[in-house]
């Protein structure tokens, strides 16, 4: 069973139950150490990862999919390299998306291999090799920042603006997979979405590039204009995607969250299926989530699609000319 977030994660002050958990975080803290000792090993083409170290959605994905949009349009070959996390599968390898499913394979898996080849597992070294013997000229991990395994050209941390890094602990004292300062000089970018409410730019070198963004909605959303909307999301934080919905002044009778990489039951559909059952009502999800839904149900719902968009775009660019001049 996959849990949401816990509440005591966020907040600038660490809870009673935070301090509790401290000492367990310590043994997050010597696995991290203990990781980054591994060798690492360089692959023949370049590879850029976007990873993060807190838990939950801080865009990654989102900027993933806009940077394989962006090296196609150039005329790469790019591949994608992930470890599916989500899936019930220990399928391992190339996905194909015609016959894979996301419930299988994992959500942003598949929605990565609807765009270009796809490679899950978590042995990214072997499976960066054969997205090389199939042509890759550049390769694209989503996930895998605490991973050393393989070599990162140009490592990118994805920050949420509006949550930061919670109370700054690690897990799961706190929402961190590593600290700020252990993953820096890892670093060759960052990118931060939304508002940047805890001063996090503020914490990061001068000297480390930085793109600013808003993760911004498709022109479906204005489609729902006039319409009662019931809203559901298994994303890393739901209520990004219910606020994002009031921005647009969509009249919202109902949200529902689901933990992250939920998988949807026959009784989850069932209940959202009675939702609609007032007229003029319609159901809105992610695309995250629209991919794990069987098709029958697809069509029968509006799926909001995110797309980065910049402050500084012409960093964008110089980060993708440094990237594969490597």
Same mark, same amino acid.
């Given at each position: 069973?996959?849990? @949401?977030?816990?509440?005591? +994660?966020?907040?600038?002050?660490?809870?009673?139950?935070?301090?509790?958990?401290?000492?367990?975080?310590?043994?997050?803290?010597a696995?991290?150490? !203990?990781?980054?000792?591994?060798?690492?090993?360089?692959?023949?083409?370049?590879?850029?990862c *976007?990873?993060?170290?807190s838990v939950?959605?801080t865009?990654? @994905?989102?900027?993933a999919?806009?940077?394989? $949009?962006?090296?196609?349009?150039?005329?790469?070959?790019?591949?994608?390299?992930?470890?599916?996390y989500?899936?019930?599968?220990?399928?391992?390898?190339?996905? !194909?998306?015609? !016959?894979?499913? /996301?419930?299988?394979?994992?959500?942003?898996?598949?929605?990565?291999?609807?765009? /270009?080849?796809? +490679?899950?597992?978590?042995?990214?070294?072997?499976?960066a090799?054969?997205?090389?013997?199939?042509?890759?000229? *550049?390769?694209?991990?989503? #996930?895998?920042?605490q991973?050393?395994?393989l070599? &990162?050209?140009?490592?990118i941390?994805t920050?949420?603006?509006?949550?930061?890094?919670g109370?700054?602990?690690l897990?799961p004292?706190?929402?961190?997979?590593?600290?700020?300062?252990e993953?820096?000089?890892?670093?060759?970018a960052?990118v931060?979405?939304?508002?940047?409410t805890?001063?996090? /730019?503020?914490?990061?070198?001068?000297?480390?590039?930085?793109?600013?963004?808003?993760? @911004?909605p498709?022109?479906?959303?204005?489609q729902?204009?006039?319409r009662?909307?019931?809203?559901?999301?298994?994303?890393?934080?739901?209520?990004?995607?219910?606020?994002?919905?009031?921005?647009?002044?969509?009249?919202?009778?109902?949200?529902?969250?689901?933990p992250?990489?939920?998988?949807y039951?026959?009784?989850d559909?069932?209940?959202?299926?009675?939702?609609?059952?007032?007229?003029?009502?319609v159901?809105?999800?992610?695309?995250? #989530?629209?991919?794990?839904?069987?098709?029958?149900? $697809? $069509? *029968?719902?509006?799926?909001i &699609?995110?797309?980065? @968009? +910049?402050h500084?775009?012409?960093?964008q660019?110089?980060?993708?000319?440094?990237?594969?001049? *490597?």
């Amino acid at each position: 069973m996959k849990l @949401t977030a816990p509440s005591f +994660w966020q907040g600038d002050k660490p809870s009673s139950l935070s301090n509790l958990l401290l000492p367990a975080s310590k043994v997050t803290e010597a696995l991290s150490h !203990h990781r980054q000792k591994k060798p690492s090993l360089k692959v023949s083409v370049p590879v850029l990862c *976007c990873g993060n170290i807190s838990v939950g959605g801080t865009g990654k @994905t989102p900027l993933a999919l806009h940077i394989l $949009q962006k090296l196609i349009q150039r005329g790469h070959n790019p591949h994608v390299i992930t470890r599916g996390y989500g899936g019930r599968s220990k399928k391992t390898g190339h996905i !194909h998306p015609q !016959h894979d499913k /996301a419930i299988e394979v994992g959500d942003e898996a598949m929605l990565l291999a609807q765009l /270009a080849p796809t +490679w899950r597992g978590p042995d990214r070294y072997a499976n960066a090799q054969q997205a090389i013997k199939a042509g890759a000229d *550049c390769l694209i991990m989503d #996930d895998g920042l605490q991973d050393p395994t393989l070599h &990162k050209d140009l490592a990118i941390l994805t920050i949420d603006g509006p949550a930061g890094f919670g109370n700054q602990r690690l897990l799961p004292a706190g929402p961190l997979r590593e600290t700020l300062a252990e993953a820096l000089p890892r670093l060759d970018a960052a990118v931060l979405f939304g508002e940047d409410t805890h001063n996090i /730019a503020e914490q990061l070198p001068k000297s480390l590039p930085l793109l600013k963004g808003q993760l @911004t909605p498709s022109p479906a959303i204005h489609q729902l204009k006039g319409r009662n909307i019931i809203a559901f999301a298994g994303i890393g934080r739901p209520e990004k995607f219910f606020t994002m919905l009031r921005e647009a002044n969509l009249t919202i009778l109902r949200t529902l969250s689901f933990p992250n990489h939920h998988i949807y039951s026959e009784r989850d559909l069932q209940h959202l299926a009675q939702l609609t059952h007032t007229p003029n009502t319609v159901l809105v999800t992610t695309e995250k #989530d629209n991919v794990k839904l069987p098709s029958l149900f $697809q $069509q *029968c719902i509006t799926t909001i &699609k995110i797309e980065p @968009t +910049w402050h500084n775009p012409a960093l964008q660019e110089e980060l993708l000319d440094r990237f594969m001049s *490597c």
